[in-house]
């Protein structure tokens, strides 16, 4: 009589099963992008194995009930079997929807980040609107102020001009006038 299979794939199942919590908390708590994606990978080839593995299993129990007098399987067994089963299955239907949950965070996350970047973008766009309006700004204010500088200067020489002019010109007349008394008396 040869060997009933379900014991090694039972073995099999519940050693992947041991494995799922490392995974998925590896999935959960990636840092970087890559390591997430790894992790996401493994996790779901790991889950894919498992209900494969789970697939067989199942229709080996269903065949040992339909004929399990034939390889001298008794009620007990294939009703052990099958509440195995079904702990299998919840268990696998419980990680499928922490996996789910956690994409589903991993998304609302994605979501967050997309919009805080967007924001962050037209917060820089109005920055540097505000920047550039600075700078033409300055420069306008620039150009005035040299074109006021200019003028400032101009009248400045043009004063200094005229009251040297007025200041020799009366001091030629008061030297004629001085000169003319001398001769005089």
């Known amino acids: 009589m040869s060997r009933d299979p379900y014991v090694d794939v ?11 919590p490392d995974l998925l908390t590896a999935y959960a708590s990636s840092p970087s992008s890559s390591q997430h994606h790894e992790a996401q990978e493994e996790l779901r080839n790991t889950l894919q194995i498992l209900e494969g593995d789970f697939e067989d299993l199942e229709e080996s129990v269903r065949v040992v009930a339909e004929m399990g007098d034939r390889w001298g399987i008794s009620t007990q067994e294939v009703s052990s079997r099958r509440k195995f089963l ?67 200067q101009d009248f400045i020489r043009r004063n200094e001009e005229t009251k040297s002019g007025w200041c020799i010109g009366i001091l030629i007349v008061i030297l004629m006038i001085l000169l003319l008394l001398v001769i005089i008396t």
């Open 10 to 20: 039972k073995r099999e199942i519940e050693s992947t099963l041991s494995t799922l």
């Open 86 to 152: 079904q702990r299998v299955k919840k268990e696998i239907d419980l990680y499928v929807q922490r996996q789910d949950d956690t994409l589903g965070v991993i998304s609302g996350t994605l979501h967050t980040l997309a919009s805080q970047a967007g924001l962050i973008g037209n917060e820089v766009a109005e920055q540097s609107e505000m920047l550039d309006d600075l700078g033409n700004r300055v420069d306008t204010t620039d150009s005035k102020l040299t074109k006021v500088s200019r003028t400032m």
